[in-house]
């Protein structure tokens, strides 16, 4: 079974500064996929990133980078130059049961970026 | 990137009724759809799969007498809570699976959730 842990319950970042947000996964898939969505107050779910197990290189997409470290089972969010619309709960969670968007969650982080 | 609409955004409901949940795949067709739901301040989990013209695949834990899914048709997908009760008072959410071809993003598809509340 897949499991993903995000240790930071909450975190806070002053605006135009990068935070990283962290991520461990467990699986004994050799292939999988993790992904980042952002939850804003309204409750919509907006993809981020993804990052795929066989991938060579770290993920990126704009102004956020995704540090995955295999061997430590890490895949932990970057997001440089912080905006105030950054605000909300952010979501780790990796592919399973062989389907690409059957997808497991950790408890995510609120994220709050302050003037 | 493809488009899922769900409907109704928000809804309130007396304890006992029910109550009808729809996933609309826009621009694709969705074989596979998954409802997950999200208590206050908790993450998503995943209560089943549902698959077109044939029976949802229920997380265990999940009364599937209690949640009755329909996928009847490639585009569409409906969740019903039946004799609702306050504990069931949550946000539902539903993804949608592209098919393979035709679609290069890796992500899956959301709807915009369903704000449950059972009075």
């Known amino acids: 079974a897949q499991k993903i842990t995000q240790t930071q319950p909450g975190m806070f970042v002053q605006e135009k500064e990068a935070v990283t947000l962290d991520c461990t996964y467990d699986?004994?898939?050799?292939?999988?996929?993790l992904f980042w969505y952002k939850q804003p107050s309204s409750g919509e779910m907006i993809f981020l990133i993804y990052?795929?197990?066989?991938?060579?290189q770290n993920a990126t997409e704009g102004r956020y980078s995704l540090n995955f470290q295999k061997a430590r089972k890490s895949a932990n969010l970057v997001i440089s130059a912080s905006q105030l619309g950054d605000s909300a709960m952010y979501f780790c969670?990796?592919?399973?049961?062989?389907?690409?968007?059957?997808?497991?969650f950790g408890k995510g982080t609120l994220l709050t970026v302050n003037p | 990137g493809a488009v899922v609409s769900q409907h109704p955004s928000r809804v309130i409901c007396k304890s006992g009724t029910s109550v009808k949940i729809e996933c609309r795949s826009l621009d694709f067709q969705a074989t596979t759809m998954f409802w997950y739901r999200q208590f206050p301040k908790q993450s998503l989990m995943l209560m089943a799969t549902s698959n077109e013209g044939s029976k949802a695949t229920y997380e265990q834990g999940v009364e599937k007498d209690k949640f009755l899914i329909n996928h009847a048709s490639l585009t569409l997908s409906t969740l019903t809570v039946t004799s609702a009760h306050p504990e069931d008072s949550s946000f539902y959410i539903c993804s949608a699976s592209p098919p393979k071809t035709g679609f290069t993003n890796t992500e899956a598809f959301f709807g915009q959730g369903t704000r449950l509340t059972v009075v």
């Open positions: 969670a990796m592919n399973s049961g062989g389907s690409n968007y059957k997808l497991t």
């Open positions: 990052q795929g197990s066989y991938d060579q």
């Open positions: 699986t004994s898939d050799p292939s999988y996929g």
